[in-house]
């Protein structure tokens, strides 16, 4: 029982000591600089309990190549990360994200399917070949211009007001389930 306790009494202090990966020097060093990291700048990681209860975060603009340790950042429910040199974005682990602003990166790849909360997506200018949104039923602005992508279900966003998605390779889109839709724009497509 005694040692029960002693491990209760000293789990905090292990919790508080956790810290996560974040292999990008511009992305560590904004963390940093906002109080959200170690202490020790280039060392590679934050402190878990520094960023588990962050709730907006913009990094948009800082030459960033790499969001490693993004998954930490429980809490998350603005990210902005526009305009970087991102190749990918995983936002999995970030279940309470409602808005994602990752415009004018390199993206190829970008799964949101366990981002049920998100109202807003906006990932135009980016190297996107796909995008599934099926799972995003409350979207209300879908920015997808700018792209790569052929096909789109936009069918379950019954909520989409705005969508952009200009400057593609869509042969067909069907929003005849998007009544609330107020802004289509989609020239520039097949």
Do not use: R
């Not at 809490?75 to 999995?92: G, K, T």
């Not at 799972?135 to 007001?161: A, F, K, M, R």
């Not at 593609?168 to 020239?187: A, E, G, H």
Request: aromatic fraction near 10%; include cysteine.
């Amino acid at each position: 029982m005694k040692k029960l306790l002693i491990i209760l009494l000293c789990l905090p202090i292990v919790v508080l000591a956790q810290q996560t990966y974040v292999p990008d020097n511009n992305f560590e060093a904004y963390l940093e600089a906002n109080g959200m990291g170690n202490g020790i700048l280039y060392d590679d990681s934050v402190l878990i309990s520094n960023i588990f209860m962050v709730t907006n975060l913009d990094v948009s603009n800082q030459n960033i190549s790499d969001l490693t340790g993004i998954e930490e950042f429980y809490s998350l429910e603005y990210l902005y990360c526009y305009s970087n040199q991102l190749i990918s974005l995983d936002v999995s682990n970030n279940i309470f994200l409602g808005y994602l602003d990752c415009a004018n990166n390199n993206i190829s790849s970008l799964d949101v399917s366990q981002n049920n909360s998100l109202t807003g997506l906006y990932c135009s200018n980016n190297q996107l070949t796909t995008l599934d949104v099926s799972n995003n039923i409350l979207l209300e602005g879908l920015n997808i211009s700018n792209n790569l992508i052929s096909s789109i279900d936009v069918s379950q966003n019954i909520h989409l007001h705005w969508f952009p998605c200009e400057n593609n390779f869509l042969t067909t889109i069907d929003v005849s389930n998007n009544t609330l839709l107020k802004t289509f724009v989609c020239f520039n497509n097949q």
